[in-house]
């Protein structure tokens, strides 16, 4: 091979070196713009996951406030004595209530019975009255006739 030769293959090397150069630079620009991108796109998951557990965090607290706040509700409640006073009352009210309309019941059938047995009396009195009457006739007809 000749000069030249040898020239014009280390000018096409050298081209092809700058082309390879460019494309690699090229190439290495949008690699840096792709870690650029998931570099802010992981600090955007970061903070995210850092908000979730903050809330799962918060939400475990609140659930444990939620049980120490009921089983202290049951425990010392304001409200249970009254509640229990006012069930005791409701039950003695309709134990009064009940007691009231058998009372009542019974007074009615007590009357309805007396008010039978009267009329029953005077029936029974103007039935004998009625037969006395008829004896007194027939006694009467019969000393008539002798």
């Keep these: 091979m000749t000069d030249n030769d040898y020239n014009n293959i280390d000018k096409r090397f050298d081209g092809l070196t700058t082309l390879l150069n460019a494309r690699f630079t090229d190439s290495e620009n949008q690699i840096h713009g ?3 991108r998931l570099d802010k796109i992981n600090g955007k998951v970061a903070s995210h996951e850092k908000q979730i557990n903050d809330a799962l965090i918060e939400r475990a607290k609140n659930r444990e406030q939620q049980k ?3 089983a202290n509700h049951v425990l010392h409640c304001p409200v249970a004595p009254r509640v229990q006073k006012l069930e ?3 039950g003695v009210r309709l ?3 009940q007691f009231v309309v058998g009372v009542i019941s019974i007074m009615a059938v007590l009357v309805g019975m007396s008010v039978s047995i009267i009329k029953f009396s005077e029936n029974m009195q103007q039935k ?3 037969n006395i009457e008829a004896i007194i006739k027939a006694e009467i007809k019969q000393e008539l006739q002798k």
């Design 68 to 70: 120490n706040a009921d």
């Design 95 to 97: 134990g009064i209530k």
């Design 34 to 36: 792709i870690t650029t």
């Design 128 to 130: 004998q009255n009625q």
């Design 88 to 90: 005791q009352d409701k």
